[in-house]
């Protein structure tokens, strides 16, 4: 059965994605922990990151990196933080943060509701930032 992620990919579920290339997409956190946090998540279904295959963890990093200065440029946060948790969907993903202490990255803190608007905005603000970054891959 498909996880959540695979099905926000394949487009069955919406998403609000900022990135998408043949191996993994981003897409914002429907419970972000603050504006702008987004999840890094391979395309390939895999429940555990050290099941990767080394490519695509590789290329998760690469991606992170970039989308993480993204959102350093939009949001101007002390610091991106990025955690691979994955106990609450069994499909790698990685959370990317912008964060300004260390209770930003205390799950019990995350929205339980949030405004597609609100979303897609900050979502815009990220694509803006990895378009003059020059990456094309940034969803439209």
């Known amino acids: 059965m498909p996880t959540i992620f695979s099905r926000i990919i394949s487009g069955e ?3 609000t994605f900022v990135w998408k290339d043949d191996l993994c997409v981003v897409f914002m956190s429907i419970n ?3 504006t702008g946090h987004a999840l890094v998540v391979p395309r390939v279904e895999t429940d555990h ?9 590789q290329h ?3 991606v992170s990196q970039f989308v993480g200065r993204a959102q350093q440029a939009a949001f101007d946060p002390t610091r991106i933080a990025m955690m691979i948790v994955g106990l609450e969907v ?5 959370h990317l943060v912008p964060i300004h202490e260390m209770r930003d990255v205390n799950f019990a803190r995350a929205a339980q509701s949030v ?4 979303l ?3 979502a815009e603000t990220i694509r803006a930032q990895l378009r ?3 990456h094309p891959q940034a969803s439209v």
Do not use: F, I, K, S
């Not at 069994?90 to 990685?94: D, I, W």
């Open 132 to 134: 003059a970054q020059g």
């Open 90 to 94: 069994p499909h790698v993903h990685l």
């Open 60 to 62: 998760l990093m690469v």
């Open 32 to 34: 972000p922990l603050n």
């Open 49 to 57: 990151w050290l099941d990767l295959d080394t490519a695509v963890a």
């Open 120 to 122: 897609e905005r900050a």
């Open 115 to 118: 405004d597609p608007a609100d």
């Open 13 to 15: 579920v919406p998403g």
